[in-house]
């Protein structure tokens, strides 16, 4: 019995044959022949070729990453190109990423884990990130709403909270606490947040515990250092994307993205769609993951 893929081939092989015969009834001769046996075996091969193929976008369809990382890069620059402002580059980041949530839970994805200020971003002008934060505080409570519908548990990790105003923590701990029962997907906002600075804090949680007698040096290796990051509760992402055509990491989970598969993407956060996320899981799918060995 004969299925499928090779099915198809022996039903291509079959039908070079025959062409390959009437070249010959119509042409004669040994030439005429062997052109086309060689006629036959090139199309025989190129239906094996194209059965493989197919065979192998249909795994790559099935291959959904657990955990996926997100740069939402590039919503000043939509919002400058698209309306003339900034703010509203942001405020339309906002829309996709709750869009961008429901597609990964619609797909099966476990974790999805999100840059969504950085550290760094404290550098910007005040205005700006006086009104980023004044926006934060109008998405929030839209965001709960997408994630209760979702089933989906919200975590915020912070490498550095001093920044934030009393009112941004308490929307972060409230939504927190909104979505702690739920069971689906696991939505980390990384917020405040600098790759440096969540492992210089690990750093000084071991060296505290060493000098207490708690640990001993020589028992410190790489899970001793997990442990004690904020995503200790996470597994490392599978995929990182980063959107708008930079090719960096900018200090997002540099310890976790070791072996992450990365991919860039040139188009402005607010301007992915369903289509480039299915994309990047079938490349995703096509990639041999193997960790050093």
């Not at 060689?38 to 094996?48: I, K, L, N, V």
């Not at 400058?80 to 839970?105: I, N, P, Q």
């Not at 840059?115 to 971003?121: I, K, M």
Request: proline share 3%; with cysteine; net charge positive.
């Amino acid at each position: 019995v004969v299925g499928g893929s090779a099915s198809r081939v022996v039903r291509g092989l079959a039908r070079s044959v025959q062409a390959a015969l009437r070249a010959v009834g119509a042409a004669g001769g040994g030439w005429a022949l062997l052109a086309a046996l060689r006629a036959a075996t090139e199309a025989t091969r190129s239906s094996s070729r194209q059965a493989r193929a197919a065979e192998k976008r249909g795994e790559a369809a099935d291959a959904v990453p657990q955990h996926v990382a997100v740069i939402m890069d590039g919503n000043r620059r939509f919002g400058r190109k698209a309306h003339g402002d900034t703010l509203s580059g942001h405020r339309a980041g906002g829309e996709k990423l709750r869009d961008f949530l429901e597609w990964c839970v619609e797909a099966g994805v476990g974790y999805l884990t999100v840059f969504a200020f950085s550290t760094e971003n404290w550098k910007r002008e005040k205005a700006e990130v006086d009104a980023m934060m004044r926006l934060f505080l109008t998405e929030v409570p839209k965001l709960g709403e997408r994630t209760a519908r979702l089933n989906v548990r919200v975590k915020f990790l912070c490498s550095d909270v001093a920044p934030l105003s009393p009112e941004v923590r308490a929307a972060i701990s409230e939504l927190e606490a909104a979505s702690a029962s739920c069971t689906g997907l696991v939505f980390s906002v990384c917020l405040s947040y600098g790759s440096r600075g969540e492992v210089a804090t690990a750093c000084r949680e071991l060296a505290a515990d060493v000098a207490a007698g708690r640990l001993r040096p020589e028992d410190i290796d790489e899970s001793a250092i997990s442990q004690r990051l904020l995503t200790s509760d996470l597994p490392d992402p599978d995929v990182l994307i980063r959107t708008s055509g930079e090719r960096r990491l900018s200090n997002f989970l540099m310890y976790q993205l070791a072996y992450t598969e990365l991919f860039f993407l040139d188009k402005h956060w607010p301007e992915v769609s369903r289509e480039d996320l299915l994309d990047v899981f079938a490349q995703y799918g096509l990639r041999q993951r193997r960790f050093g060995r």
